[in-house]
């Protein structure tokens, strides 16, 4: 076999083929596909199987990232060991990596993030070297320390870098001297609220309170005005010791409606420094990316090339090697400055490999190893367009997106699409706890320009199935359907400017409040059949089946529709409200996803559930909606059948998310306003400030402080 190949070179004879419709020829290594359970869009990497690098790398992270970093360093040829807590002992990334260690209990103070655990694990299986993914210990100049005190490499930047970087004080100073953007603001560290009161009057409000170490969108607020100062920085500290371990805060100008578009940069220890153009990442919640995509409909060729150069520029001051990413902050002028600069592998790296063709992590390795970078900029492509949809098992009808657990008891991803990609960490029968992050997976989807990717993602989120947990892909749907998004018209507000009340889910109109009607009525009538034939029997059914004219009773937004169905050779024949719908019927309800064409227009839907009532969940577009489907003389009857008001206002309060109650504001006989704050739940290392739903008296409060509560979990009610 010759030393040098490329990826697609290098798996012939592992994989199988599949053809791009802007046609890139992709792969699906067999071996690789089977261990990590995802479809990969494959690069254009060469793989020089004579250049030494590590025989065995340890992942010290878990989920997805675990998982993507074990998919390279097998096509590389280098075992792996995966790190895991008690509770992730049966997790995908175990059981794709060649070895595994339990490293601690499922919190990740004692597993995860337990140096010495970790440490022992790499003694004890001789690994080389540990690739940190991202979060966790990825950005822990110690730990970096530690593992080169016991002749380890760390596939990440030097200690110096680390720490000149994860210090944002440190870090604005370095990009002002680098001749880098900056914003605004105070460049020291903020003592108490009254020192941060101060301070916000000087710069001005608005202003950005923030954690000065870490990032992910954790130790950050807004304020508007004293009080909120004062807030934020209680809330930013408590977040940033419990995350970062330093509650040290600092303040600047908050730029109001900026666009956050990033810059990925290599660079490697022979003063090589590359970047790998832009990524729009300014579709947020909580300061948390949702969709990121590459490159940015914004940004033209000579904003790339000043981004690119100052991004490089700052990664050249402090001597940086391996993948980072410069952040910025950009107003609707085109002024862009630095927001910070994260010193590891980004979660949204994948959009950016889609587009150059570069495994990023390939060249971490490489670099980790002594290699120079085997690109230079003008390596660097631009090829097509890549969306990313973050997948998380949240409810985005509470604050856009609050928590959710449990089991997945139906999982399938949409990779046998084309041009979709998927990262996760996950298959059916997984677990999603409340001691990790709620991600889910990477949904990523390239097209030869963005209108492609934006209808290639669309039918992804159609086809992907997820059930056991609540999930966001109501959210992600109609965000990337959105006019203004598919105009680019976007900033980091865009989900609280255009959803000022929250989000609802998708509204229908009144042509697809009758599409999804009719849709239903096939769904009910193949139910139908399927409950009146004998499979694998002789005996005949004891009532003959006829499959003529049905008039059945569709309720569907509170609104009743009479529908007849005809049931044809191929299709049924819908009519209702004076329509008619020509609905294929060449399809089966034991697939999770139907994929149907109505008056010749392909839909994809999912049947969540139905039962006896004529009660039937259908999800349409990314939303589920309820609908009640009847014969026309029962649903007669049902209307007689009682039902409960809902109307009422509660005298309780509930845990929108399961988590840790950290503060209780109140006691019991306390008069409280409608508004008032009356704990925090911290769940995923966020706070969320819990109010009183009314005015009046705390009856009784059900929880301790510091205990755990779990979704809908009474905390207390009032009198």
Not at 427 to 442: A, L, N, R, T, V
Not at 470 to 491: C, M, Q, S, W, Y
Not at 677 to 686: G, S
Request: aromatic share 8%; net charge negative.
């Amino acid at each position: 076999m010759a030393a040098q190949l490329g990826l697609r070179g290098l798996l012939l004879k592992s994989s199988r083929f599949f053809k791009t419709d802007h046609g890139a020829l992709g792969l699906f290594p067999n071996f690789v596909r089977n261990v990590t359970h995802f479809s990969e869009i494959y690069t254009n990497t060469n793989i020089d199987l004579e250049e030494k690098t590590f025989d065995k790398i340890l992942i010290a992270n878990r989920g997805e990232i675990a998982c993507r970093v074990i998919n390279t360093c097998k096509v590389m040829g280098i075992k792996t060991v995966a790190v895991h807590s008690d509770a992730d002992s049966q997790s995908l990334h175990v059981k794709s990596a060649d070895e595994a260690v339990n490293v601690g209990p499922p919190q990740s103070t004692k597993s995860y993030l337990n140096m010495d655990n970790i440490l022992d694990a790499v003694r004890k299986t001789g690994a080389q070297a540990v690739h940190p993914g991202y979060g966790f210990l990825s950005e822990n100049r110690v730990f970096a320390k530690k593992l080169a005190e016991e002749g380890v490499v760390f596939i990440g930047p030097p200690t110096n870098a680390i720490k000149a970087m994860g210090d944002k004080i440190e870090s604005k100073l370095i990009a002002k001297n680098a001749n880098v953007n900056t914003i605004p603001g105070f460049d020291g560290v903020v003592k108490d609220p009254d020192e941060a009161v101060k301070i916000s009057r000087q710069i001005g409000y608005p202003v950005m309170i923030k954690a000065s170490a870490g990032g992910g969108g954790k130790g950050m607020r807004v304020a508007w005005n004293d009080d909120e100062a004062r807030e934020g920085f209680r809330f930013s500290s408590q977040e940033a010791a419990s995350s970062f371990g330093d509650d040290r805060l600092l303040i600047e100008k908050f730029i109001d409606n900026p666009r956050h578009i990033e810059i990925q940069v290599l660079a490697d220890g022979h003063g090589n420094a590359v970047y790998l153009n832009e990524r729009e990442c300014s579709i947020q919640r909580r300061n948390q990316k949702v969709i990121e995509e590459a490159p940015s409909t914004f940004v033209d060729p000579e904003m790339r090339r000043a981004m690119g150069t100052q991004a490089v520029a700052l990664a050249q001051a402090v001597d940086y090697e391996t993948a980072g990413t410069v952040e910025f902050l950009v107003d609707s002028k085109k002024n862009f400055y630095f927001l910070e600069m994260n010193t590891r592998l980004q979660v949204e790296h994948p959009i950016t490999e889609c587009i150059t063709g570069i495994d990023i992590v390939h060249q971490m390795i490489r670099v980790a190893a002594g290699h120079p970078l085997s690109i230079t900029q003008a390596d660097v492509p631009i090829n097509g367009w890549a969306v990313e949809c973050r997948v998380y098992a949240e409810d985005p009808y509470k604050m856009f997106g609050l928590p959710s657990i449990g089991r997945l008891y139906a999982y399938e991803e949409p990779t046998k699409l084309r041009n979709v990609r998927c990262d996760s960490g996950i298959e059916e029968g997984s677990e999603i706890s409340i001691f990790y992050d709620p991600m889910i997976s990477k949904l990523v989807t390239y097209g030869k320009d963005r209108k492609d990717a934006l209808r290639y993602m669309q039918k992804a989120l159609d086809h992907y199935v997820i059930r056991g947990v609540t999930h966001n892909i109501p959210l992600l749907h109609e965000v990337i359907r959105h006019p203004k998004f598919v105009a680019g018209d976007i900033d980091t507000k865009f989900l609280y400017t255009e959803y000022p009340d929250g989000f609802k889910g998708k509204q229908l109109t009144k042509a697809e409040q009758r599409r999804i009607a009719a849709m239903a009525c096939c769904v009910y009538l193949k139910n139908i059949y399927r409950a009146r034939a004998f499979t694998n029997q002789t005996r005949l059914p004891a009532q003959k089946l006829k499959k003529t004219k049905t008039h059945l009773e569709v309720t569907v937004d509170n609104e009743k529709l009479v529908a007849k169905i005809t049931d044809r050779k191929d299709h049924f024949d819908v009519v209702m409200d004076g329509q008619s719908f020509h609905v294929d019927s060449g399809w089966s309800l034991e697939n999770r996803v139907i994929n149907t064409k109505v008056n010749g227009v392909q839909h994809a839907v999912q049947l969540i559930n139905h039962d006896v009532t004529g009660a039937m969940r259908i999800r349409y577009e990314g939303t589920v909606f309820p609908l009640h489907v009847l014969p026309r003389d029962m649903a007669e009857v049902f209307e007689y059948m009682p039902s409960v008001d809902s109307g009422a206002v509660s005298k309780e309060i509930l845990s929108p998310m399961p988590g840790a109650l950290v503060s209780l504001a109140v006691e019991e006989g306390q008069e409280v306003l409608e508004g008032q704050e009356v704990c925090v739940i911290e769940a995923m290392k966020m706070q969320n400030s819990i109010t009183a739903p009314i005015t009046g008296k705390i009856k009784k409060i059900f929880c301790d402080l510091g205990q755990s509560v779990q979704d809908e979990e009474l905390i207390m009610e009032f009198e």
